[in-house]
């Protein structure tokens, strides 16, 4: 006998339709609007709703073949995958519902036909299993059917009682066995279809939904009794192809030809082997609809248990020998199989084949350098003779490297040696405690609180040392500091994803910027930062459509904004080396800041630095950029990196382990930062300034690159134009300005001298108005736009020229000035008793809307209305009269 998978779906479907069931197309394994559960497990997931009468279809019977993922929860059968000939980690249930419709006696009826009629599998090979209380059922299966008292098995609670949770709908089910005799290697006294010799098959459960459990566990009759049934396809096709694993039915057969031709492993000459060749295929079918219904690799979530999947493949095609990329080659024979049923994953092929491929080469790349380190720990464990890794290792490797730590203990028990998983647990505790203090005192709490709770599952790993773009899934989303499903235009967000190659402002350098966009919506990165170790924020704007999450989007650095941030951070360590070699070692660093067009450098220092020091430190820079020195990055241990001689910055907190930038031997220090690959790439170092910000700090600017280039041009432009100006060349400058100094104060000198000689000449004229009032020389005199200061001097000069005599000077500011005028009064020693040059010109500036005053010999007021000047100087006349 030989029914192919595919017609045993049609010919299960049809059977039910043709007796009044609706056919249901299978639901998404994404459960729709289920928290509860990861992923559809049984056909009646998708009726849930409706078997717990919350909702009514418009039908009462319904048969549908269901994709069924068991990875995790309750149903998990991925440890068994392999070696077991019946399970699977994706499988199809086929099933028939009633809701409120038949019951009991109808179910099994149709169950029976459908296999003995329909289907012609023989009634001797079959045997059943009932709840030990369910007489029901077993008296039909007895009477109704005609099936032998001694093939009726009555079985326990957890063998034959359904239920959906620990409270709601449940019931008692009736397992459907085929039975393939007692081996003779059965210890069993009983073999009963709960014994695992292998006798036995479950292909289907009948469940008879008949109860409400509630919370004290009484069940209470259901008003409208339930049918629940499923069996699984490849087991019928194991039953209806005549073999004993599931493995050997069609529906493998092209995954599992895949796996061998790329392994060159044939199937039944090694055990191990041969679990590793049906892990591939079994797992390149839940990948296909996992990721076919949209489910992609991620670090959390259902997209972690996807990603958990791909490595698990990996590692088997790795112990298989195989050194490439395979599994979406394997995939890629799942869809030739599955693609007529399966119509949606034959069309998603390329994005499904991408997926897994891309996924796969980042785990095996993250898979050699584990095995490295790892290879470098067992070889110094046996040095010691020890046999334990130690939890902080088993962290790092995990953390840092992204190496499971499942299989850093299959590797070590593969060595004879294991793991120390409790010290594991407490370093992954203290990692997250680390994270939590980091986060104290640091303002808003709701923001933090948010911040922390995404670290703790969100953690975002870091590939921007080596590439300046990425493609991950949007993992995250706040939209004004709250979690958001998505985000439109105009929005300003902040967004997480699996993967960045984002700089995350730390250690002095600034957050990158650039864009993330999807095929529906565009984000400007606008900035990123690390509020909590671990979470990378990219905080921007979206300026085109929406961005969701689950949204796989590619992220771009901007490139050249980069660039020149990676030239100054670099620069910056050069600097630093520099500073301490012309300085002393005392010159420590105390604060940095690295952006894209600047760097800037504090530390400690008492004086100001000379200009040959100055000078020093750029030659010194500039050399080592331009020998071109390599750099160095490496990860090793804080003490390592002390001894080693790398310079570490005394208020900064680091971890165990640290990241060692150097440059050739000259620049050697702790760095999480993005740095050039050689010091040549600096291009050229430029201090700019250098200033006293603190007693006992000094802080120094400087430009790297074309900036340092473009700075020196533009102040070799300003030198040009000097000299154009000047007529002459900008190294004549010097000594040409010099020159223009010296004659410029030549100049001044002769220009005094003509103004002194000009106002005595003016002045001169002006004694020609000196009246005599009762034999006192008087005189009133209006000079206009002349200051307070030249005032001063012509009331001196004038009263020299008189030897006796009374003066006032009246000056007009001008229009601009608003009318604005200045007086000033004075009166010769032997006049001061008969007038005050006080008084007078306090009434005197009364008439230009003023005041002021002043001693008897002088003083000077100010006024605003120039257009009465000749009357105040009539008023003065007047005044001195009196
Ligand atoms: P088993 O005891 O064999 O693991 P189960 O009791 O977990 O089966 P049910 O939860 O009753 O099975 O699921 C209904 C049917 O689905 C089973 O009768 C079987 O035919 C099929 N089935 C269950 N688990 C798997 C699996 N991992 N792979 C393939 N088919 C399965
Ligand atoms: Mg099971």
Not at 130 to 144: I, K, L, S
Not at 675 to 690: P, Q
């Amino acid at each position: 006998m030989f029914v192919p998978a595919r017609e045993i779906r049609e010919r299960f479907l049809r059977y039910f339709e043709s007796r009044g069931h609706r056919i249901v197309p299978s639901a998404s394994v994404v459960p729709d609007s289920d928290p509860t559960l990861m992923f559809v497990n049984a056909g009646m997931v998708p009726f849930k709703r409706t078997l717990l009468g919350e909702e009514v279809r418009p039908y009462s019977r319904a048969t549908s073949s269901q994709k069924c993922i068991r990875v995790s929860g309750k149903h998990n059968d991925l440890e068994v995958i392999g070696r077991s000939p019946r399970h699977h980690t994706f499988f199809e249930m086929l099933g028939n519902f009633s809701f409120g419709d038949y019951f009991k006696e109808g179910a099994i009826d149709f169950a029976w036909e459908l296999l003995t009629q329909e289907m012609k599998l023989a009634p001797e090979r079959l045997a059943v299993s009932v709840f030990r209380e369910d007489d029901e059922a077993a008296a039909h299966w007895e009477n109704g059917i005609g099936l032998p008292q001694e093939k009726i098995y009555r079985l326990d609670e957890d063998e034959n009682f359904w239920s959906m949770g620990d409270t709601g709908p449940c019931g008692p089910c009736s397992e459907i066995h085929i039975d393939y005799g007692r081996p003779d290697t059965c210890t069993s006294e009983i073999c009963d279809p709960s014994c695992d010799c292998g006798r036995w098959l479950e292909i289907w459960n009948l469940v008879f939904m008949q109860f409400n459990r509630d919370a004290e566990g009484h069940r209470t009759p259901l008003p409208k009794p339930s049918i629940d049934t499923g069996g699984g396809l490849e087991r019928w096709a194991c039953v209806f192809q005549d073999v004993r694993n599931t493995f050997d039915t069609d529906l493998f057969q092209l995954p599992l030809e895949r796996a061998q031709t790329i392994s060159g492993v044939n199937l039944g000459e090694d055990e191990e082997k041969d679990v590793s060749v049906r892990v591939l295929a079994d797992h390149a079918r839940s990948l296909t609809f996992l990721i076919g219904d949209g489910v992609l690799p991620s670090s959390a979530g259902r997209g972690y248990v996807v990603r958990r999947l791909l490595r698990r493949a990996s590692r088997h095609a790795v112990f298989l020998g195989i050194q490439e990329p395979c599994i979406h080659e394997v995939v890629d024979a799942v869809i030739d199989e599955m693609g007529a049923a399966f119509p949606d994953v034959a069309e998603r092929r390329d994005f499904i084949r991408s997926r897994v491929r891309r996924d796969e080469e980042r785990f095996l790349e993250t898979l050699s350098k584990g095995l490295q380190i790892l290879e470098d720990e067992i070889q110094e464990l046996s040095a010691k003779g020890e046999t334990v890794l130690p939890g902080p290792l088993v962290f790092k490797l995990y953390d840092t490297f992204g190496f499971p730590m499942d299989l850093t203990a299959d590797v070590l028990s593969g060595r004879g040696m294991s793991i120390d998983q409790s010290g594991f647990e407490s370093a992954m505790s203290e990692q997250k405690t680390r994270a939590r203090a980091a986060w104290r005192g640091s303002g808003d709490e709701a923001v933090a609180a948010v911040y922390q709770r995404m670290a703790n599952d969100l953690a975002t790993s870091f590939c921007g040392y080596h590439s300046l773009e990425a493609e991950s899934p949007v993992t995250a989303l706040l939209v004004g500091g709250h979690p958001a499903e998505s985000a439109g235009q105009g929005d300003s967000i902040e967004i997480v994803v699996e993967e960045t190659p984002f700089y995350a402002e730390s250690g002095g350098q600034v957050g990158d910027l650039g864009s993330i966009a999807s095929a529906k919506g565009r984000v400007d990165v606008e900035d990123t930062l690390k509020p909590v170790e671990g979470l990378v924020i990219h905080r921007g704007k979206v300026v085109e459509g929406t961005i969701a999450l689950g949204d796989v989007v590619q992220l771009a650095v901007a490139p050249e904004t980069r660039q020149a941030t990676v030239r100054n951070h670099s620069g910056t360590h050069l600097l630093h080396a520099a500073l301490r070699e012309v300085l002393g070692s005392q010159a420590a660093q105390k604060g940095s800041l690295v952006g894209p067009d600047r760097l800037r450098f504090d530390f400690t220092h008492d004086t100001p630095l000379t200009p040959l020091e100055i000078e020093r430190i750029e030659d010194l820079v500039n050399e080592w950029i331009e020998v071109n020195a390599a750099a160095q990055t490496r990860e090793m241990s804080y003490d390592q990196a002390v001894k080693s001689g790398a310079i570490a910055i005394f208020e900064e907190k680091y971890g165990d382990d640290v990241r060692v930038v150097s440059f050739g031997t000259f620049s050697t220090e702790l760095c999480g930062g993005t740095h050039a690959a050689a010091s040549g790439d600096v291009g050229l170092l430029k201090i700019i300034s250098e200033q006293g910000i603190a007693s006992g700090v000094r802080r120094i600017e400087a430009l790297t690159g074309l900036g340092a280039l473009r700075h020196i041009r533009k102040q070799e432009r300003a030198l040009d134009e000097v000299a154009q100006l000047l007529k002459t060349v900008p190294a004549e400058l010097p000594s040409r300005v010099g020159r223009l100094l010296e004659e410029r104060r030549v100049l001044q000198r002769e220009l005094d001298q003509l103004k002194r000689a000009q106002a005595g000449e003016a002045a001169g004229d002006l004694m020609q108005q000196v009246r005599e009032i009762g034999g006192t020389k008087v005189l009133g005199v209006r000079v206009d736009g002349i200051d307070a200061e030249a005032m001063r001097t012509m009331i001196d000069d004038f009263r020299n020229r008189l030897g006796s005599g009374v003066v006032l000077v009246a000056s007009s500011l001008g229009e601009e000035s608003g009318g604005k005028v200045l007086l000033a009064a004075g009166v010769t020693k032997d006049l001061v008793g008969s007038h005050k040059a006080g008084d007078l010109i306090r009434d005197v500036a009364k008439v230009v809307g003023g005041g002021g005053g002043g001693r008897p010999d002088f003083a000077q007021a100010g006024g605003n209305d120039a257009s009465k000047i000749d009357e105040a100087l009539e008023r003065f006349y007047a005044l001195v009269e009196g």
